[in-house]
């Protein structure tokens, strides 16, 4: 089985005919897709941390690694620290305002 | 989202029969949401309910007990107070060694550096070698600890002496416990980093696609037949894939401190996939954005607990419930009447993600008042780009000008839109900020059900209409997306739970139960596959379509300078004018 059929199967495309016309266009988006991966791992390992020099990145980075704090959680329940502030902030109101 | 609606004008009314039919109940996506997401939450009560820890009554009042002595003996919250306080914040569901099982079986992948590996496999010894190399950092924030509770033992030992009523001692017992709670905190994350233990998660997510399979497949079954549940089901194995690389970018040490979560590259991958090679038409029976998105909200709800809103009191409400709204408004009318945003629908989406919360405020109303697909992409988008700025920018604004940390925190809770970057920009500065930033984050996340179920109703009854043209109640039930029912409804029903069982009984078994224990890890996941099937069916020149002149960057921009300007106005008002003591006290 040549290379082209085994990727029309991949796609579940049933005609394969047109599979020799296609083939400079498949190689196109094959390479439209490895750059891109490569444009995320440049991203990733050179870009981001490159940026990380500037200090006020830099210092609260660390502070987020070494916190662990998941600072990419979209609700409150993902949040342990959210869990504690809210426990810290109720049992603050329960036990102090009404009578300090 | 909803491709099948008709663009609104004179001529082009969305036009439903007034009718709903017995089958809808399980013909319809919506109630397929709706059934789905119960199963998940009844599932969830079953496990957590019958097994509370361990003496938990007895337990929370002896913690509560030690905290009114404490209360009554000092005017500010002591070292004794703070211990009383942590061992009850320990008493939880998700504590208990059937919940860690759990967590095992529904997490995502690890975090890593470097080796994309260790995000699947960690072997014993590898893991143990990690530990120790973590060990020296620990030991060094442990000592730090132990000196500040020294410093912070006398202190509190010279205020006690005098009888608590020297003002100048009591601030520096005050002080001095607030010093040992920060070292506190960085070395129990440290001490977190020393016990780290060997996994292997391949076996695990092998197990939760084929779960999560056959969960969508049952709707798919009735919804469209035997054919099409049969060839959802490999569909579904890619889309869980790509999600899995998701949450593997979102894993990435350097991604993490930069908070762009596994939204951001859920939507990318997609994107790049259909954009690039294009999207297998196996894989395309999968691609069921508004099914995931409709039955993640439906878990949403359950998390919609009303009674967290008073949490911090008078002032919470005002700054997160009321100005809230009102840039939400404000921004929306801007967006109508002076940008003249394109797209009604754009333009409440992005002022919900970027007045509410996020990506949490986006998914839920855009999918209330039907958003396109490439429109939620949008406003995420900016969301998360904002985010990651605000997130840097604020707590060097609030530290540079020496503003009180209970007023940051209060002004970065309203306005950073991500959660989990609002509780990271709060711990950085302290914990006064944390505990304001992330209690009025959480009091506006509860926000979004009245949001949503307001934007759903107003779209159906007034927004979908001509000018002049008037809606019967029953056209309104046939038009309004039913599963903002099971959304409110879910929220309702876990909020009575939680006000019945007590709030600390419900915090233990509900909040950190049913809720962080079980169903949050369905939601996230769910969440995670609608974001990868919107980007499988978006094409990058239908997207620039819609960012067309800037618009809705400037709707963001102009949207956030006003959250901005009101926020930190609200929050002086109340924080420092009207509710002084509520200040003094955190």
């Known amino acids: 089985m040549n290379i082209m059929k085994t990727i029309h199967i991949f796609y579940g495309r049933s005609e394969v005919s047109e599979g020799e016309a296609s083939r400079p266009q498949l190689l196109k988006n094959w390479l439209r897709f490895v750059c891109s991966v490569l444009l995320i791992i440049l991203f990733m390992f050179f870009l981001a941390p490159w940026l990380q020099k500037v200090p006020s990145i830099r210092t609260l980075s660390r502070y987020i690694e070494e916190s662990g704090i998941d600072a990419g959680a979209v609700y409150y329940t993902e949040v342990e620290e959210v869990g504690d502030a809210d426990l810290a902030v109720r049992n603050t109101f329960r036990f102090y305002l009404p009578k300090k | 989202m909803a491709e099948e609606q008709k663009p609104v004008g004179s001529a082009e009314v969305v036009i439903d029969k007034a009718e709903t039919k017995l089958s809808d109940l399980w013909k319809l996506e919506d109630y397929w949401a709706i059934w789905l997401g119960f199963l998940i939450l009844v599932v969830g009560m079953a496990i957590f309910f019958p097994r509370p820890p361990e003496n938990m009554q007895e337990n929370i009042a002896k913690a509560e007990q030690a905290m009114e002595a404490e209360a009554a003996r000092a005017p500010f919250k002591t070292i004794e107070w703070h211990k009383a306080n942590d061992a009850k914040g320990k008493i939880k569901g998700t504590s208990q060694g059937y919940a860690k099982k759990i967590k095992k079986f ?64 009591n601030n520096t017992a005050k002080e001095a416990i607030l010093d040992w709670r920060g070292a506190k905190r960085k070395a129990s994350s440290a001490k977190k980093k020393t016990a780290a233990k060997g996994y292997n998660q391949i076996g695990f997510l092998i197990g939760l696609c084929a779960v999560m399979a056959i969960f969508f497949s049952i ?6 037949g035997g054919g099409e549940a049969a060839k959802f089901i490999p569909g579904f194995v890619g889309v869980f894939i790509v999600a899995v690389v998701a949450y593997l970018a979102a894993g990435q040490a350097t991604m993490k401190e930069y ?12 994107l790049i996939i259909s954009n690039t090679i294009g999207t297998p038409k196996w894989m395309l029976k999968a691609v069921q954005t508004e099914y995931y998105i409709k039955t993640g909200l439906v878990l949403l709800g359950a998390e919609i607990l009303f009674g967290k809103i008073l949490s911090i009191g008078v002032p919470g409400i005002f700054v997160a419930w009321v100005v809230t709204p009102i840039v939400l408004i404000s921004t929306f009318i801007f967006g109508q009447k002076v940008i003249k945003m ?25 999918a209330a008042c039907r958003a396109k697909k490439e429109e939620l992409t949008l406003a995420v988008g900016l969301s998360l780009v904002f985010t990651s700025i605000m997130m840097i920018v604020m707590p060097a604004i609030i530290k540079g000008t020496g503003m009180d940390h209970v007023l940051g925190g209060a002004w970065m809770g309203g306005t950073i839109d991500a959660t989990g970057a609002v509780a990271a920009a709060g711990a950085f500065l302290s914990e006064r900020a944390l505990y304001t930033a992330a209690t009025i984050k959480m009091i506006q996340n509860v926000l979004i059900g009245v949001i949503a179920f307001g934007v759903a109703v107003y779209w159906c009854a007034k927004y979908e209409c001509a000018p002049g043209q008037k809606v019967s109640p029953i056209e309104i039930w046939v038009r309004f997306p039913k599963f903002v029912i099971g959304f409110i409804v879910a929220s309702i029903i876990f909020s009575m739970m939680y006000a019945n069982m007590g709030e600390s009984v419900g915090a233990a078994m509900i909040d950190h139960g049913v809720l962080r224990g079980f169903s949050k890890n369905f939601r996230g996941w769910f969440f995670c596959l609608a974001f990868v099937s919107i980007g499988l069916a978006t094409n990058f020149r239908e997207l620039g379509s819609y960012f067309k002149g800037g618009k809705p ?11 901005l300007v009101l926020t930190l106005v609200m929050a002086y008002i109340m924080f420092f004018k009207v509710f002084p003591q509520i200040t003094a006290a955190i």
């Open chain 2, 106 to 169: 529904v997490s995502k992948p690890k975090g890593w550096k470097t080796s994309i590996g260790t995000a699947f496999i960690m072997s014993k010894e590898d893991a143990a070698a990690k530990g120790e190399k973590a060990v020296p950092k620990y030991e060094a924030a442990k000592a730090k600890e132990g000196e500040a509770l020294a410093a912070a033992t006398a202190a509190q030992a010279a205020a006690a002496a005098a009888g608590f009523s020297n003002a100048e001692l």
């Open chain 2, 219 to 224: 709707g798919i079954f009735f919804m469209k």
């Open chain 2, 259 to 270: 908070g762009i979560g596994y939204a951001a590259w859920a939507i990318l991958f997609g």
């Open chain 2, 553 to 563: 960057l400037i709707l963001y921009v102009c949207g956030q300078s006003f959250n």
């Open chain 2, 342 to 366: 394109p797209s009604p629908t754009l333009n409440m989406t992005i002022s919900a993600d970027m007045s509410v919360c996020g990506v949490s405020a986006a998914i839920a109303t855009a």
